[in-house]
C-alpha cells in the first residue's frame, strides 16, 4: 500500500500545494521530499509553529545528508522545557523523519483506521527505536570522555545491536553483555541476526546465563565489567538495557515533537486518538506517554508488554518520569497490557503464524519479539473489545527489529510454503 502523501516523507515527488517548493535530494538511489507545506491553524499557536520552523529546518539539513554522524545542540519543543535536565546535544544517527502510512491491517472494528509510524526504517544497522535514545546517549558518553561503551541484553538484542554501530561510528570500543540460556553459555554464540552485524562492527561479547542473569542483575553485571574496564586503564561509559533511562527517554520526547510536525505540516486534518506500542525495557512509553500528554496530540498511549508485567513498567517508567522532573503519574499516562506469552522472545507458533499473515496481507514485517506480539495483543484485544477501538484513528509505532526474525527460521519454516520446482515443458523455446 502506497505511503500517504500527506505524512510518508519518503515519496515520489507530487505538484506542490503551496508557494514552497519542496526539497529533493537524492539518498541511497530515492527521491527524498520534504514537506515545507504551510499548516493552516499555524498562525493561531505561534509557538507550535515556531516548533514546526525549529522542527522543519532540522529536517531540511537532513535531507542534504551532510549532518549525520555529527554532534548537533538539542533545543527542546516549547511543551518540553520545564522538564529537567535537558540535554545539550545529541548525535544525528538516525535517518528521520520517519515515515507515517495508512496500515490495512485486516479484521479491524467497525470504523477503526490505524496508521503505521516505520521506526524500523530509521536506518538500517541502527534500525528500530534504540538508535532515537542513542542519539543522546552516545552524545552524552562522548561528552564525558568514554573510550569505551557497556551495554547488556538478550542474545538477540536489537539495542545491543545498534549501540555496537553507533558505538563503532564514532570509533568508540563496544562491551556487550548478552543473557542466552545455561546449555549454550560455553559455546560460540554464532552469527545468527543481530550477532552478525554486532560481531562484523567488532564488539566485544560476554555471554552470560539466564540464571546468573536472574541471580545478579543488569546493574551489578555492567558494574562489575566497568571496573574491570576501569582497572585496565579504560574509560567505560555504561548504557542500561534498552537504553532505557531518564536521558534515553528524550528520544521519543524528540519524536512526539516529529510526529507533531507531520500532523501540522499535512494536507488532512488527523488527529489520532490513540498511540500503540510495544514496551521491551520502558524508555520508548515513557517518552511516548509525556509527550503526547504535554504536546499537542494527547493521544492515549497503549503499550504491549513483551517481558516482565504491567506493574513493573509502571514503577520504571515513574523513575524514568521522575527523573526528569516530569510531575506526573505514570499510571494516568500509559495503559500497560502484558503481551509477553510464553516470555520474553518465546513465541507461539499461532504468533509467528500471525506475523506471517501480517506480512502477506499488508507487506509489513513485523519482529517477533517486540511490535509482532504487540499487533497480536492489538487484535486480540480488538476481537474480545470491539466497542474500545471503533471509530477510533490508531498511531502504531513499529519498533523495528527485522533481524530478530532470522533467530526463528526454524519456527517459521513450516508455516511458509509457497513454492514450486517450476515445470517448464520440452517445447518451451530456449
Same mark, same amino acid.
Given at each position: 500500500m502506497s505511503c500517504s502523501p500527506l505524512l510518508c516523507s519518503f515519496r515520489i515527488p507530487a505538484i506542490p500545494i503551496s508557494k514552497k517548493k519542496p526539497i529533493f535530494t537524492h539518498q541511497n538511489n530515492r527521491l527524498l521530499t520534504v514537506s515545507l507545506f504551510s499548516h493552516s491553524h499555524s498562525n493561531s499557536h505561534p509557538q507550535h509553529h515556531t516548533q514546526s520552523m525549529e522542527v522543519n529546518d532540522t529536517i531540511t539539513n537532513n535531507a542534504l545528508g551532510f549532518d549525520f554522524l555529527t554532534k548537533k545542540p538539542y533545543t527542546p519543543p516549547s511543551w518540553a522545557t520545564h522538564l529537567n535536565p535537558i540535554p545539550p546535544n545529541y548525535f544525528s544517527l538516525a535517518h528521520l523523519p520517519t515515515p507515517i502510512h495508512k496500515w490495512n491491517l485486516p479484521n479491524l472494528p467497525k470504523n477503526t483506521q490505524v496508521w503505521l509510524k516505520r521506526d524500523d526504517l530509521s536506518g538500517m544497522q541502527l534500525?528500530? &527505536?534504540?538508535?532515537?535514545?542513542?542519539?543522546?546517549?552516545?552524545?552524552?558518553?562522548? *561528552?564525558?570522555?568514554?573510550?569505551?561503551?557497556?551495554?547488556i541484553g538478550g542474545i538477540q538484542s536489537n539495542h545491543c545491536r545498534a549501540t555496537a554501530v553507533a558505538a563503532r561510528y564514532l570509533n568508540l570500543d563496544c562491551y556487550l553483555i548478552l543473557r542466552t540460556s545455561k546449555a549454550v553459555v560455553d559455546q560460540d554464540p554464532g552469527l545468527t541476526g543481530n550477532l552478525l552485524v554486532e560481531r562484523l562492527v567488532g564488539a566485544h561479547v560476554e555471554l552470560i546465563s539466564k540464571e546468573e542473569y536472574g541471580k545478579i542483575g543488569s546493574v551489578a553485571l555492567t558494574n562489575h565489567l566497568k571496573e574491570k574496564l576501569l582497572n585496565e586503564g579504560r574509560k567505560? #561509559? !555504561?548504557?542500561?538495557?534498552? =537504553?532505557? &533511562?531518564?536521558?534515553?527517554?528524550?528520544? #521519543?520526547?524528540?519524536? +512526539? *515533537?516529529? +510526529?507533531?510536525?507531520?500532523?501540522?505540516?499535512?494536507?488532512?486534518?488527523?488527529?489520532?486518538?490513540?498511540?500503540?506500542?510495544?514496551?521491551?525495557?520502558?524508555?520508548?512509553?515513557?517518552?511516548?506517554?509525556? =509527550?503526547? %500528554?504535554?504536546?499537542?496530540?494527547? *493521544?492515549?498511549?497503549?503499550?504491549?508488554?513483551?517481558c516482565d508485567d504491567p506493574n513493573y513498567f509502571y514503577d520504571y517508567v515513574q523513575g524514568l518520569l521522575d527523573g526528569l522532573e516530569a510531575g506526573v503519574d505514570s499510571r494516568n499516562i500509559v495503559d500497560i497490557i502484558n503481551a509477553k506469552g510464553l516470555g520474553y522472545a518465546i513465541n507461539t507458533a499461532e504468533e509467528l503464524n500471525f506475523v506471517k499473515e501480517i506480512a502477506a496481507a499488508t507487506g509489513v514485517i513485523l519482529d517477533p519479539v517486540y511490535s509482532g506480539k504487540? !499487533? #497480536?495483543?492489538?487484535?486480540?484485544?480488538? *476481537?474480545? &473489545?470491539?466497542?474500545?477501538?471503533?471509530?477510533r484513528k490508531i498511531l502504531f509505532i513499529h519498533t523495528g527489529g527485522l533481524l530478530g526474525l532470522y533467530?526463528?527460521?526454524?519456527?517459521?519454516?513450516? %508455516?511458509?510454503? &509457497?513454492?514450486?520446482?517450476?515445470?517448464?515443458?520440452?517445447?518451451?523455446?530456449p
Open positions: 534500525s528500530g &527505536n534504540k538508535v532515537r535514545k542513542l542519539e543522546f546517549l552516545m552524545a552524552d558518553a562522548v *561528552a564525558q570522555g568514554a573510550d569505551c561503551i557497556i551495554t567505560p #561509559y !555504561v548504557i542500561p538495557v534498552g =537504553g532505557s &533511562n531518564s536521558l534515553g527517554t528524550w528520544g #521519543y520526547i524528540k519524536a +512526539i *515533537a516529529e +510526529i507533531e510536525h507531520q500532523l501540522q505540516t499535512g494536507t488532512e486534518n488527523i488527529k489520532f486518538d490513540d498511540i500503540v506500542v510495544a514496551c521491551g525495557s520502558g524508555g520508548t512509553i515513557a517518552g511516548l506517554s509525556l =509527550g503526547s %500528554l504535554l504536546s499537542s496530540l494527547k *493521544a492515549k498511549v497503549h503499550a504491549f508488554s513483551v504487540a !499487533v #497480536y495483543g492489538l487484535t486480540k484485544d480488538m *476481537a474480545e &473489545n470491539p466497542k474500545k477501538w471503533e471509530g533467530d526463528k527460521v526454524q519456527q517459521i519454516d513450516s %508455516l511458509v510454503g &509457497n513454492w514450486n520446482r517450476m515445470d517448464v515443458h520440452e517445447s518451451v523455446p
